[in-house]
């Protein structure tokens, strides 16, 4: 069965510096991977993407990710965090044939001045 | 850009009141979705449709039921709403199987 798992349940890094959220899954085959981002009160809004081909996918407000077969990880990186980046972030996973998306339990990214 | 839009921000409603979410998306996107999402318990899907006047049951269907008539929109309906369905409601759409979802913003729900 697919699943999703970010190990860090939160994240406290200082304005400036480098980010990385971790994301594991399972899947059986080569799985469509989603970073989104929630702020607070808010919807979730996508930010990146990966179906195929180039292993590390630019995103949206800065961010990359980087798909590791061998790792079975899809973890989301940006080299200067800013404070507007504090909000949460779901990995997923989705398949081509299925209609349900897995999404991880979310890290929540805290940001000190 | 995709637009996803849910009637309601902040809801609230009295146990055992009949309760309508509705979710409308711009798109033309064939499948949407209905979440909640509690502290701690994470997105949980609720109910998906794929077509016109199709759905499907997601992990937690008990108590809800949808309505998808026009393309464009995918309804909730809570039956008869209790406390314990007290939670953030998210809808979805996705142009395709597995493909990334848009989300409106949200409605947070009361029930009293």
């Known amino acids: 069965a697919q699943s999703v798992t970010q190990p860090d349940i939160h994240i406290t890094v200082s304005e400036g510096a480098s980010l990385e959220l971790r994301c594991n899954y399972s899947y059986g085959a080569t799985p469509y991977l989603f970073w989104y981002v929630q702020s607070p009160g808010q919807g979730l809004q996508l930010l990146l993407k990966?179906?195929?081909?180039?292993?590390l996918v630019q995103g949206i407000k800065g961010f990359e990710a980087e798909f590791k077969r061998s790792q079975s990880s899809f973890n989301l990186r940006k080299p200067s965090v800013h404070w507007s980046d504090a909000a949460e972030y779901f990995c997923?996973?989705?398949?081509?044939?299925?209609?349900?998306?897995?999404f991880g339990a979310g890290t929540r990214l805290f940001v000190k001045a | 850009d995709v637009k996803v839009t849910q009637s309601s921000r902040y809801l609230v409603k009295r146990t055992g009141e009949k309760v309508f979410l509705e979710c409308v998306q711009d798109m033309d996107h064939e499948n949407m979705f209905w979440y909640r999402q509690d502290p701690g318990l994470g997105l949980r899907l609720i109910y998906f449709?794929?077509?016109?006047?199709?759905?499907e049951k997601g992990d937690i269907p008990e108590g809800y039921s949808v309505s998808r008539e026009k393309k464009e929109r995918f309804s909730l309906i809570l039956e008869s709403a209790s406390t314990n369905q007290t939670s953030m409601y998210l809808c979805a759409s996705s142009p395709g199987t597995g493909y990334e979802q848009y989300f409106g913003p949200g409605t947070r729900l009361t029930v009293t």
């Open positions: 997923a996973v989705g398949a081509t044939g299925g209609f349900k998306t897995i």
């Open positions: 990966y179906f195929s081909g180039d292993t």
């Open positions: 449709s794929y077509d016109v006047k199709m759905k």
